[in-house]
T-cell receptor, first 112, second 115 residues
Framework: TQLLEQSPQFLSIQEGENLTVYCNSSSVFSSLQWYRQEPGEGPVLLVTVVTGGEVKKLKRLTFQFGDARKDSSLHITAAQPGDTGLYLCAFHGSGNTGKLIFGQGTTLQVKP | SQTIHQWPATLVQPVGSPLSLECTVEGTSNPNLYWYRQAAGRGLQLLFYSVGIGQISSEVPQNLSASRPQDRQFILSSKKLLLSDSGFYLC??????????????FGQGTRLTVV
């Protein structure tokens, strides 16, 4: 069974600090997605990484896919209160089984 | 453009009562459809997914069932709710196909409280 483990589960930092959250698995993935969710709403896709070693940047957010395609990280530079939320990684099952599996998420709180 | 509607937004139901949550998608055809449940501050637990009308895959044995009577309609049901069924339920869709990097789009969720 393919599983995603995210760490840390909870992170509370001051505005302006940098942080990294991780998404790890023992399985190899063809791609991984990162979503962000605000309270009371559904998750929204931030990025999809598909190539081992790939790095994608979205303003102050940097996403990296591990060389072996088993893990991914999200680094936020100079965090702002607006970055507060739940960050989730996810993968689609092989073929078109239809499965979309999420990790347990990292709750980020950025204090002003 | 595609949109997804999920209702109701909040629901308070007594233990033992039935449940029906509905989700509809507009602007696309033959989508993959999903039902997730989320505990507070935690990840999404996949409950059911469907790749076509009448095709339902269950991920977790439980007190719930799902149906897809129409291409863009996905219903989550229960005959008798348990206290443990409380949670935040999310419906989502993604494009059908072999591409595994398609984006999933979520509804606004239903906050279910079983009392």
């Amino acid at each position: 069974t393919q599983l995603l483990e995210q760490s840390p589960q909870f992170l509370s930092i001051q505005e302006g600090e940098n942080l990294t959250v991780y998404c790890n698995s023992s399985s190899v993935f063809s791609s991984l997605q990162w979503y962000r969710q605000e309270p009371g709403e559904g998750p929204v896709l931030l990025v999809t990484v598909v190539t081992g070693g790939e790095v994608k940047k979205l303003k102050r957010l940097t996403f990296q896919f591990g060389d072996a395609r088993k893990d991914s990280s999200l680094h936020i530079t100079a965090a702002q209160p607006g970055d507060t939320g739940l960050y989730l990684c996810a993968f689609h099952g092989s073929g078109n089984t239809g499965k979309l599996i999420f990790g347990q998420g990292t709750t980020l709180q950025v204090k002003p | 453009s595609q949109t997804i509607h999920q209702w109701p937004a909040t629901l308070v139901q007594p233990v033992g009562s039935p449940l029906s949550l509905e989700c509809t998608v507009e602007g696309t055809s033959n989508p993959n459809l999903y039902w997730y449940r989320q505990a507070a501050g935690r990840g999404l637990q996949l409950l059911f997914y469907s790749v076509g009308i009448g095709q339902i895959s269950s991920e977790v044995p439980q007190n719930l069932s799902a149906s897809r009577p129409q291409d863009r309609q996905f219903i989550l049901s229960s005959k008798k709710l348990l206290l443990s069924d409380s949670g935040f339920y999310l419906c989502a869709w993604s494009s059908f196909g072999i591409l595994r990097d398609t984006e999933a789009f979520f509804g606004q969720g239903t906050r279910l409280t079983v009392v």
